[in-house]
């Protein structure tokens, strides 16, 4: 059977990017008897960029309750939390001896860092920690843990899984094939979703849209959507507008091509976004419920990532005995 990876960084509330780029081809995937699945929530990645631990709590518990409000079955697919599998940062070191520096350079999260204090006029590596340079190895650490064939993900994340396999490649070479070399799976219509001010939607952009927020504020937040000034009645171009691309991450082919008419034709800006509101709260309307009953229920949530690492560490805990022999290191046990 192919293997399906994917995690999303505990630092925030999910928006609909990780849902179009992440989570909805994800639990697609898991309920393919082709695949088996590995999602998980990045929580050690969070340390990266949060320092608030109340923060990478709260941000672990809602997006926990995503995946199991959207239906993840957890028979069926191991869920778990990075920080439970005790494997993976060992994992980690190793991969850490086999990573080329060149090739973490090349990061983009590490470049954009240097890039901002330079435009900032600071010292290149101004608050830049090892854990930002290493980012992309703890992520190769993820996705080899389980020998991933496949990781859903939105564009962003495609230049770590190349280092990942980069790593993977480097390793087998070495000590022997032990690494299956992973590819990213990315959706062309959703790659990178836009937020509010038509920028990549992001956590760090502060233009998300939540995926669960009660229906008034999903309504409100939509309407924020910045839109150009044109009049209704004016022909709107739908290619560079970010309510029609987030109504195409959504739509069926046929609803694309009738928005598209409706653009053309002039549609207000305030019914487009009314018809976008339809669209998302139709669609995710009765997850959102459970998600609020889920949140309630921390101690149901806990249980299930307890389980979860009880199978992770399953496949996990084998494979790192093989590969502390391969390096020459004594097995644990
Ligand atoms: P993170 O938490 O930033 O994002 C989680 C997932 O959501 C996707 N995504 C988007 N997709 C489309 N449009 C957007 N605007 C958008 N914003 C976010 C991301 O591409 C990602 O798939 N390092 C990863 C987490 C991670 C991981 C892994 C992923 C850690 N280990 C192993 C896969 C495999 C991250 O920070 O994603």
């Given at each position: 059977?192919?293997?399906?990876?994917?995690?999303?960084?505990?630092?925030?509330?999910?928006?609909?990017?990780?849902?179009?780029?992440?989570?909805?081809?994800?639990?697609a995937?898991?309920?393919?008897?082709a695949?088996?699945?590995?999602?998980?929530?990045?929580?050690?990645?969070?340390?990266?960029?949060?320092?608030d631990?109340?923060?990478?709590?709260?941000?672990?518990?809602?997006?926990?309750?995503?995946?199991?409000?959207?239906?993840?079955?957890?028979?069926?697919?191991?869920?778990?939390?990075?920080?439970?599998?005790?494997?993976?940062?060992?994992?980690?070191?190793?991969?850490?001896?086999?990573?080329?520096?060149?090739?973490?350079?090349?990061?983009?999260?590490?470049?954009?860092?240097?890039?901002?204090?330079?435009?900032?006029?600071?010292?290149?590596?101004?608050?830049?920690?090892?854990?930002?340079?290493?980012?992309?190895?703890?992520?190769?650490?993820?996705?080899?843990?389980?020998?991933?064939?496949?990781?859903?993900?939105?564009?962003?994340?495609?230049?770590?899984?190349?280092?990942?396999?980069?790593?993977?490649?480097?390793?087998?070479?070495?000590?022997?094939?032990?690494?299956?070399?992973?590819?990213?799976?990315v959706?062309?219509?959703?790659?990178?979703?836009?937020?509010?001010?038509?920028?990549?939607?992001?956590?760090?952009?502060?233009?998300?849209i939540?995926?669960?927020?009660?229906?008034?504020?999903?309504?409100?937040?939509?309407?924020?959507?910045k839109?150009?000034?044109?009049?209704?009645?004016?022909?709107?171009?739908?290619?560079?507008?970010?309510?029609?691309?987030?109504?195409?991450?959504?739509?069926?082919?046929?609803?694309?091509?009738?928005?598209?008419?409706?653009?053309?034709?002039?549609?207000?800006?305030?019914?487009?976004?009314?018809?976008?509101?339809?669209?998302?709260?139709?669609?995710?309307?009765?997850?959102?419920?459970?998600?609020?009953?889920?949140m309630?229920?921390?101690?149901?949530?806990?249980?299930?990532?307890?389980?979860?690492?009880?199978?992770?560490?399953?496949?996990s805990?084998?494979?790192?005995?093989?590969?502390?022999?391969?390096v020459?290191?004594?097995?644990?046990?």
């Open positions: 059977k192919q293997r399906v990876l994917t995690g999303i960084t505990t630092t925030g509330t999910p928006h609909l990017g990780n849902y179009v780029g992440a989570i909805r081809p994800a639990i995937a898991s309920e393919d008897p695949f088996e699945s590995f999602y998980f929530l990045a929580d050690y990645h969070a340390l990266i960029k949060c320092h631990a109340e923060r990478v709590e709260q941000s672990r518990r809602e997006i926990a309750a995503t995946w199991l409000a959207l239906g993840l079955n957890t028979e069926k697919a191991v869920f778990y939390r990075q920080s439970d599998v005790p494997e993976i940062p060992e994992l980690c070191w190793f991969l850490t001896c086999m990573a080329a520096k060149g090739l973490m350079n090349r990061a983009h999260a590490y470049k954009a860092a240097v890039a901002a204090n330079e435009e900032a006029g600071e010292d290149p590596d101004y608050g830049i920690t090892m854990g930002l340079y290493n980012y992309p190895v703890l992520m190769a650490a993820d996705i080899l843990m389980f020998n991933a064939n496949k990781v859903p993900v939105g564009r962003d994340q495609i230049q770590h899984i190349e280092m990942a396999r980069d790593i993977a490649a480097r390793f087998n070479h070495h000590y022997g094939d032990h690494f299956v070399l992973p590819e990213a799976v959706d062309d219509k959703v790659a990178t979703l836009n937020g509010l001010d038509g920028r990549k939607m992001s956590k760090s952009y502060n233009n998300t939540p995926l669960f927020l009660p229906e008034k504020k999903l309504k409100k937040h939509i309407n924020k959507i839109t150009n000034l044109l009049e209704p009645g004016e022909a709107k171009d739908p290619d560079t507008s970010t309510v029609f691309q987030i109504w195409e991450a959504f739509a069926s082919d046929e609803q694309v091509s009738e928005m598209r008419q409706k653009f053309a034709d002039g549609i207000a800006w305030g019914e487009a976004k009314r018809e976008l509101f339809e669209l998302i709260n139709g669609q995710i309307g009765e997850s959102r419920e459970k998600y609020f009953e889920l309630e229920r921390p101690a149901d949530i806990e249980e299930i990532l307890q389980a979860g690492a009880v199978k992770a560490r399953e496949h805990a084998p494979l790192l005995e093989k590969v502390r022999r391969a020459g290191l004594k097995p644990m046990s």
